[in-house]
């Protein structure tokens, strides 16, 4: 019987240049003790190797403020003592953020060399006005420039664009995702805009300055991407990614299938073994725990067999295959029959929203557009 899939997240917390939606902004640095961080994550990596699943790793993720501007001899050598703690499925993904500037660019090859083999891009629009809206710190030409040289060197590479952006039309966006798809890359994450509270965009909504998007044209937006990308062979799997067969990113697969994955460095959070795992977020608080006890853990929490159950499905929902109902009730322990809430999946299948079979549960293409509220219908726990 196949192992099930293990993944492992390193977080990298320091980024080069605020952003107006991240709320790691505080965690700008002009300089970094690269020896210091290097030996803490290691510890870090070795405290989970200690207590956690011993099964081969399936995928690592670099990921967090700049990863893509961590030392590659720091990520050769987190990559080498992973191997060495649990091994290496055959065909591991080892997956790098990164933003599209030159800087980071010029450290690709570098860092394919220390191992990585997948790269993920925030070029986020194709267009100037709208990076400098977004707060983007690249021009249109620097991230294509980026995005040659990650599909030069990295064995897979995808990048992301947002849309439903304030005044977009279907005829702008369609044009826009089309140029995007002639690209080649096996995978792309479209993602909506959103307006966080506490971000720059929600007080520019608040003082009138900044009008969403509204719901319904947002909604033709969401429908032209699911046509544009199935009719070019790169369909989505999940609500927001979309993949050529066997291009998934197989790391957030492992979140959306509810598998184990382990999380070092500040911030960082993991599963595993029904445990949930959080790590200091500020990064000198995290080298504190460190310093005194070989690790970063903030808390370490058993999961009730509900909230298990619960955040299988929330994850698993999200994508086009559905959850196994029963490999859900196995993993939690909470019976089948307790999973869903059998009158509101029965009135969201008749208006073709949903589909349920004895052991699988899915939204339907057309019940992606209301996700968040049909989860909130069909999760009864």
Known sequence: MEAAPLALYIHWPFCISKCPYCDFNSHVRDSVDQDRWRTALLADLAHEARIGPQRPLTSIFFGGGTPSLMPPATTAALIAAAEHHWGFAPDIEITLEANPSSVEAARFADLASAGVNRASLGLQALDDETLRFLGRAHDVNEGLAALAIAQSVFNRVSFDLIYARPGQTPKAWDAELARALAFGTGHLSLYQLTIEPGTRFATL??????????????????????????????????????????????????????????GIGPGAHGRRGGMATVRHKKPENWLKAID??????????????????????LMGLRLDEGVELDRVARRSGV???????????????????????AYQLRVTPKGMLLLDAILAEVVAL
Do not use: M
């Open 205 to 262: 909504v608040a003082n009138g300055t900044l009008s969403p998007l509204d719901n319904d044209a947002a909604a033709d937006l969401f429908e032209l991407t699911r046509a544009r990308t199935g009719a070019a062979g790169i369909p989505a799997y999940e609500v927001s990614n979309h993949a050529r067969p066997g291009q998934e990113s197989r790391h957030n697969l492992a979140y959306w299938r509810y598998d184990d994955y382990l």
């Open 292 to 313: 005194a006890r070989g690790d970063g853990l903030v808390s370490e929490d058993a999961l009730t067999p509900e909230d298990r159950a619960t955040e299988a499905l």
């Open 335 to 357: 019976p089948v029959e307790r999973l869903a809430d059998d009158a509101a999946v029965a009135r969201l299948t008749q208006q073709g929203l949903v589909e349920k079979t």
